[in-house]
């Protein structure tokens, strides 16, 4: 299984960024994304299902969407009205088992990850 991340850059605050994430081996029934910010803790962001509702973390509710793509087996986060805050490198992430799980030690393969900085 591999996960390769995609999309990150620089981008104002207020602005819009899609990261992607192709994962190749095999489909999961569930995604994640993680990120992590300089001298911090990796954090969940948003876990997404083929069935059942989205799960997002408070400070990016309304403002991130998870998305799937079965075709490409590749997942998206699209992030509107950035903030600084929200500068981090992002991690895709799958697990073998369904549910929902925030912790990093619940998944079990991880992309590379992509740097996002919302800076003016």
């Known amino acids: 299984v591999q996960l390769q991340a995609s999309g990150g850059g620089l981008v104002q605050p207020g602005g819009s960024l899609r990261i992607s994430c192709a994962v190749s081996?095999?489909?999961?029934?569930?995604y994640a994304w993680f990120r992590q910010a300089s001298g911090k803790e990796r954090e969940f962001v948003a876990q997404?299902?083929?069935?059942?509702?989205?799960i997002y973390t408070d400070s990016v509710k309304d403002r991130f969407t998870f998305s799937l793509d079965n075709a490409k087996n590749t997942v998206s986060l699209q992030m509107n009205s950035l903030k600084p805050e929200d500068s981090a490198v992002y991690y895709c992430?799958?697990?073998?088992?369904?549910?929902?799980?925030?912790?990093?030690?619940?998944?079990?393969?991880w992309g590379q990850g992509t740097l996002v900085t919302v800076s003016s």
């Open positions: 997404v299902f083929w069935t059942g509702p989205d």
């Open positions: 081996g095999r489909a999961f029934s569930n």
């Open positions: 992430a799958v697990r073998l088992s369904s549910g929902v799980r925030f912790r990093v030690s619940d998944y079990d393969y």
